[in-house]
C-alpha cells in the first residue's frame, strides 16, 4: 500500500492553506476523505492510530492497507485516506508552531471540510501537537536508520510451481515449488529480484529469526544507554 506525500513549498514558514492548496488533487481528495474520516474515530482509536503513524515514520515500510482496514473498520479506500491525512497532519504540524486553530483555519479556508466538521480534525490535531516530540524523534529515527544505503519499501513473495518436461512426451514429468521475491527500495531503479528454494526459505528464516533476537537486544541496549545519558 503506498501512502501519499507532498512535500512543503521551499519558503521560510509559508502559510498552511497555501501549503495544502497547492498539494496535487490526488492528494486533496485524501485529505478531504480522511479528515471526514477522523471525525467517526473514537477516542482509543485515535491514540491507535497516533502510534501507527509513529511507526510508520520510524519503519519507512508502507502500513498494510489489509491491517488498517480490519482495525478501524473500514474500505480499503477508507483507510489510505485515513493513513495519508493522520501521516500528513503528524510531520506537518511537528515540524511547524502552528496550532490547532492555525489547522482548522487553513483546511477550511480551501475548502477541505467545513465548518461542520472541524471536531474530529481538530482533536486529532491536538493529540499530534502533545506528540510533537515523538514524532520529530520518530522522524529523526527513521532519518538516522536510512543513511548511506537504500532502505527496503516493500517486499513481495509468489510461489511458483516449475515443471519439468519429457523430451519424447512433452507430458509433465515432476514439478518444484520455488518462492520468487521482489524487494523495492527508497533509491530510484534499486530494486532486487531473486528465488529460493524451500531449503533456502527455512535458512533464510532461521537467520531472520535470530537477527530479529538481536535487534530486540540491540534496542534494550540502546534504550537503556540512552536513558543513563539523560540522567
Known amino acids: 500500500m503506498s501512502t501519499l506525500y507532498f512535500k512543503l513549498p521551499p519558503e521560510p514558514n509559508p502559510d498552511l492553506s497555501a501549503i495544502f492548496s497547492r498539494a496535487p488533487e490526488q492528494v486533496k481528495a485524501q485529505l478531504t476523505l480522511g479528515l471526514k474520516l477522523l471525525s467517526k474515530l473514537t477516542d482509543e482509536q485515535v491514540s491507535d492510530l497516533l502510534e501507527v503513524v509513529k511507526e510508520s515514520l520510524v519503519s519507512t515500510v508502507a502500513v498494510s492497507e489489509t491491517e488498517i482496514s480490519s482495525r478501524f473498520g473500514m474500505s480499503s479506500e477508507e483507510a489510505l485516506a485515513l493513513l495519508t491525512t493522520s501521516n500528513v497532519i503528524a510531520v506537518t504540524l511537528s515540524t511547524r508552531e502552528d496550532t490547532v486553530e492555525q489547522f482548522i483555519s487553513a483546511i477550511t479556508k480551501i475548502g477541505l471540510i467545513t465548518e461542520g466538521e472541524t471536531a474530529g480534525p481538530a482533536r486529532f490535531a ?27 519499501t516493500e517486499f513481495e513473495a509468489t510461489v511458483d510451481i516449475r515443471p519439468s518436461f519429457e523430451k519424447e ?29 524451500r531449503r533456502q526459505l527455512e535458512k533464510m528464516i532461521e537467520g531472520l529469526k535470530t537477527a530479529l533476537v538481536q535487534i530486540d537486544e540491540a534496542e534494550r541496549w540502546t534504550k537503556k544507554a540512552n536513558h543513563s545519558q539523560t540522567r
Request: aromatic residues 8%; charged residues 20%; without cysteine.
Open 169 to 197: 512426451s512433452n507430458r509433465i514429468g515432476f514439478a518444484v515449488p520455488v518462492l520468487v521475491v521482489h524487494i523495492d527500495t527508497d533509491k530510484y531503479g534499486q530494486q532486487i529480484w531473486f528465488q529460493l528454494t
Open 126 to 152: 491536538k493529540a499530534a501537537i502533545r506528540n510533537k516530540d515523538s514524532f520529530n524523534e520518530s522522524l529523526e529515527r527513521s532519518s538516522l536508520s536510512s543513511e548511506s544505503l537504500p532502505v527496503m
